[in-house]
C-alpha cells in the first residue's frame, strides 16, 4: 500500500472515530436541555406548544446560535494557524487542479453566476488525457483511479511558466491566494501547507462531522413539523 493511500485510510478511520465522539457530544447537549418530566424522543411529533416542541424549537435554536457559532470561530482559528505557513511554489496546485465537473459543466455554472467555477474557468485548462495528468502527481491520481467511482476531471493553468512560476502572480485570483483554504484537501507533501494540514486536520474533522450531525438533526426535526401539518 502507497503512503498516500494510508493517509487516506487513516483519514477515514479517524474521522469515523472523530464523528462518534461529536454524536455523543451533541446528543449529551440534545438531552441537556430536555424539559423535566417529558416522556419521548427529539425526533417524536409533538403537539404545537407542548414540551416537546418547545424541546425542539430550543434545540434548533442552540444549533443557530451556540453551536454554529463555536463552528464558525473554531474555523476562524484553523485559517488563522494557516497564517504560520506559507507557499514553497511547489506549483502542484497549479499545474493540477481536480473537479467532479468537466470544463462545459463549469463554464456554465460560471455564466449562471457560481463565482469559484467563474475564477475556475477564468485560469484553468483541462489535460488533454487523464495520462498527462499523472505525470504531475501520479500517487493522486492512481489513487483516485482505485478509490472514486465518479468521474474526476483533471486541469492545470497555463499562466504557469517553464521555471514553475506564476507568471501573473500579482494578479492571481483569489483562489490562487486562498489556496489550501481547507485542511481536510489532500496536499502533497512538497507543499508548504502540509504540516498546517496535520496540525488542523484533527479540529477541521471534528468541525465538519458537527456541521454533519447537526444538519441531520434539523432535517429530522423539521420533518416532524412537516409531519404535524399534514
Ligand atoms: S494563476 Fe498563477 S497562482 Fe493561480 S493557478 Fe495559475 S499559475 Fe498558479
Ligand atoms: S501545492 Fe502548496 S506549496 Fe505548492 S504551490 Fe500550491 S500552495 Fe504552494
Known amino acids: 500500500m502507497n503512503?498516500?493511500?494510508?493517509?487516506?485510510?487513516?483519514?477515514?478511520?479517524?474521522?469515523?472515530?472523530?464523528?462518534?465522539?461529536?454524536?455523543?457530544?451533541?446528543?449529551?447537549?440534545?438531552?441537556a436541555i430536555k424539559p423535566e418530566g417529558l416522556e419521548g424522543d427529539i425526533f417524536d411529533v409533538y403537539e404545537p406548544e407542548s414540551?416537546?416542541?418547545?424541546?425542539?424549537?430550543a434545540v434548533l435554536d442552540m444549533f443557530e446560535n451556540d453551536i454554529s457559532h463555536?463552528?464558525?470561530?473554531?474555523?476562524?482559528?484553523?485559517?488563522?494557524?494557516r497564517e504560520n505557513y506559507s507557499c514553497k511554489g511547489?506549483?502542484?496546485?497549479?499545474?493540477?487542479?481536480?473537479s467532479e465537473f468537466s470544463y462545459e459543466e463549469l463554464k456554465k455554472k460560471a455564466q449562471n453566476?457560481?463565482?469559484?467555477?467563474?475564477?475556475?474557468?477564468g485560469i484553468f485548462v483541462p489535460y488533454e488525457s487523464r495520462e498527462e495528468a499523472?505525470?504531475?502527481?501520479?500517487?493522486?491520481?492512481?489513487?483516485?483511479?482505485k478509490s472514486v467511482d465518479d468521474e474526476v476531471y483533471f486541469y492545470h493553468c497555463p499562466k504557469l511558466n517553464d521555471c514553475k512560476r506564476c507568471s501573473d502572480y500579482e494578479n492571481r485570483p483569489k483562489i490562487?491566494?486562498?489556496?489550501?483554504?481547507?485542511?481536510?484537501?489532500?496536499?502533497p507533501e512538497s507543499c508548504g501547507y502540509y504540516e498546517w494540514r496535520k496540525t488542523a486536520e484533527p479540529v477541521a474533522m471534528m468541525l465538519?462531522?458537527?456541521?454533519?450531525?447537526?444538519?441531520?438533526?434539523?432535517?429530522?426535526i423539521l420533518l416532524t413539523e412537516d409531519k404535524k401539518v399534514r
Open 51 to 57: 414540551k416537546g416542541q418547545m424541546w425542539q424549537s
Open 208 to 220: 465538519h462531522s458537527m456541521v454533519e450531525i447537526i444538519g441531520y438533526y434539523k432535517q429530522k
Open 176 to 187: 490562487c491566494r486562498d489556496f489550501p483554504d481547507n485542511p481536510l484537501n489532500i496536499l
Open 70 to 81: 463555536e463552528i464558525f470561530r473554531k474555523w476562524k482559528e484553523i485559517l488563522k494557524l
Open 113 to 121: 453566476g457560481d463565482k469559484f467555477a467563474s475564477q475556475f474557468v
Open 90 to 98: 511547489c506549483a502542484t496546485c497549479c499545474n493540477l487542479a481536480c
Open 3 to 31: 503512503a498516500l493511500n494510508s493517509t487516506v485510510n487513516n483519514m477515514k478511520k479517524m474521522y469515523r472515530e472523530i464523528f462518534m465522539k461529536s454524536s455523543d457530544a451533541i446528543k449529551e447537549r440534545v438531552d
Open 134 to 145: 499523472r505525470k504531475v502527481y501520479p500517487e493522486y491520481i492512481d489513487l483516485l483511479d
